[in-house]
Nanobody, 121 residues
Framework: VQLQASGGGLVQAGGSLRLSCAAS????????MGWFRQAPGKERDFVAR????????NYSDSVKGRFTISRDNGQNTVYLQMNNLKPEDTANYYC???????????????WGQGTLVTVSS
């Protein structure tokens, strides 16, 4: 599966952005999907993930209450709504997919290109 993230940009602190991840090559309706981010000079971190049906969602503590992950299996797309953005949210954001739900947030099988989010203070 190929994943293409989009929707990044420059926003002021307190603002909002919605990222999209469009999948192609195969349906994602049975796949767990996730969002990760990597700030300059730092390791890639987990942000959020969603089960194939959308019934289960997990978030990192740093974004809980501000970010919402969702999916539209009919459109083969996953979203990340980001509200009340903070300068520390500045990073490249990546979407990822894997065929089955696993307890760990690590070890996703497929990765897309990143989309850059910059939050100014």
């Amino acid at each position: 599966v190929q994943l293409q993230a989009s929707g990044g940009g420059l926003v002021q602190a307190g603002g909002s952005l919605r990222l999209s991840c469009a999948a192609s090559g195969r349906p994602i309706s049975t796949s767990e999907m996730g969002w990760f981010r990597q700030a300059p000079g730092k390791e890639r971190d987990f942000v959020a993930r969603i089960s194939s049906t959308g019934h289960i969602k997990n978030y990192s503590d740093s974004v809980k209450g501000r970010f919402t992950i969702s999916r539209d299996n009919g459109q083969n797309t996953v979203y990340l709504q980001m509200n009340n953005l903070k300068p520390e949210d500045t990073a490249n954001y990546y979407c990822a997919a894997r065929r089955t739900w696993r307890p760990s947030v690590n070890d996703f099988d497929f990765w897309g290109q990143g989309t850059l989010v910059t939050v100014s203070s």
